[in-house]
């Protein structure tokens, strides 16, 4: 199962009426057409190559499923992603959510406990980034905070090394290591234009903690969502290099962050 990417991450979403008014007043553009099916009802952003689904159980459905039920549980957030396949993959996970796919079609993606609080799923693609970006452009529209693509996205848990031997064990080898500070060591992993920066031993709930969005113009990411009412920080140096500034409080149960180069 080689993987070439990220294809699609999925938020779990308690309101979805309220989550896309907030994600648009953050200056993502949504596709106009939500899709339905298995139960759930979702709602499609981009950044880049990577499409964003925001996922919530339909009126009327008793019991959402897992996992999307325990992070309901904690009032939404990140659940996982979805890596993208040369190959169409096999999964004996017995939990699974049924998704949209972008040749207008759906599938129903088995989920595995990938990281502690992190669920992955695969589907075959062939279509390159570039394909892929202009795929999901078409489909939303343009994204007015002028994000570029998802720079990175960060993940607290209990056990680096596992989480290493876990991702090599696919076949992503770690590219670096950084020491935080205080016993707290970061690995960084990379799948095209994004970073999987996996943190442990994480403080709090193992989980898919936040997004970073590299943006063609910071300044305009942080004007939009202020003009729309959301409080956003100045940008300043990132430790990285370039700017960074952030939308205060999580949207969803999502830490966001904007970046721009060095």
């Not at 959402?64 to 993208?84: D, K, M, N, T």
């Not at 207008?104 to 669920?119: A, E």
């Not at 064990?169 to 970073?195: D, H, M, N, S, Y």
């Not at 003009?227 to 999580?250: H, S």
């Amino acid at each position: 199962m080689p993987i070439t990417c990220i294809e699609r991450v999925v938020v779990a979403i308690t309101d979805l009426d309220a989550a896309c008014e907030r994600w648009s007043k953050a200056g993502f553009a949504i596709a106009s057409k939500r899709f339905s099916a298995g139960g759930l009802n979702v709602a499609r952003l981009y950044a880049g190559a990577i499409e964003i689904d925001l996922v919530a159980v339909a009126k009327g459905v008793a019991k959402a499923p897992e996992p999307l039920a325990s992070s309901l549980e904690r009032g939404g957030g990140i659940i996982g992603w979805i890596w993208g396949v040369s190959d169409a993959a096999v999964s004996d996970g017995a939990n699974s959510l049924t998704l949209p796919l972008s040749d207008g079609g759906t599938r129903s993606i088995s989920l595995v406990n990938f990281l502690p609080g992190v669920w992955t799923g695969s589907v075959a693609t062939d279509a390159d980034l570039a394909t892929r970006r202009a795929s999901l452009k078409t489909l939303c529209g343009s994204n007015q905070n002028t994000v570029d693509f998802l720079e990175h996205i960060v993940v607290m848990t209990p056990s680096l090394e596992d989480a290493i031997a876990a991702h090599e064990k696919i076949g992503l080898p770690c590219k670096r290591i950084r020491e935080a500070g205080g016993g707290v060591r970061q690995a960084f992993f990379k799948l095209e234009q994004t970073v999987l920066e996996i943190v442990g031993p994480g403080r709090g709930t193992p989980q898919a903690w936040g997004f970073a969005f590299m943006c063609k113009d910071i300044r305009r990411a942080v004007d939009v969502a202020r003009a729309n009412g959301m409080q956003a920080t100045e940008p300043k140096t990132a430790i990285q290099g370039g700017k960074i500034a952030r939308i205060v409080g999580p949207l969803d149960g999502v830490a966001v962050a904007y970046m721009a180069p060095a």
